[in-house]
């Protein structure tokens, strides 16, 4: 198995009992889980070099008697001394580490906005998609590269809600709603427990890293990507800090 899985082959194991699926797991390709005794940890902000462009709010078409005339712009959220907000910093390629995260994971229509608008996940986690809305929603994840359609998901009313897998591949997920065009949000699903989203100040920690060098991504909606080189020591705090620049109106 361990030769297969170098080659990055990428295979479900299923069990199958008179035809119905009752378990599936995806088995990790290139990931696998030890004990992390004595990691480091890698903690950091993500600042937007220079001022953040002022895009107009969101011009509300829809419902609007719910949800009002308009939305403040939420692509460029900046902090105290230029922390960005809603960036998706993660691990890229490293092939050993502590256990997937698992559980579910929280995706809300409120007032006619996706909450959180980013997020990262692990594959073989669940999505939990809500409504807090007196309004039609309509949840529609879709791989980012392809725009082929997760699934698409009707949340009538305030309360309602849908719990589903995410998918077995890890991608980035973008989601719309179908009902208001405004509304989008992130999922970057991925197959190490590595990642973080940066608050409201532009700070992120990530935990338990195995040492050795890594390459670090930073991701954000607009500001594009940037990957950088971070060196982990055993029980120790490696403090990074990483500059996007503005280059996309939203
Ligand atoms: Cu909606």
Redesign the pocket.
Known sequence: MKILMRHGLRILSASVIGGVLLHAQPVLANYEVETVSNGGTIEGVVKLIGAPPQFAPIKITKNRDYCGQSIPNPVYSVGKDGGLQNVEVYLKGITKGKALWTGTISLV?EH?MFDPRVQGANIGQLIKISSNDP?L??THPQNASTNATIYNIALPFAGFSVTKPLPAIPELIKVK?D??DW?HAWIWELDNPYFATTGDDGHFTIKDVPPGTYTLVAWHEAAGEKPISVTVSAGKTVTVAIELAVTNAP
């Open positions: 229509n006619c309004v929603h309509s709603c009902a208001h509304m």
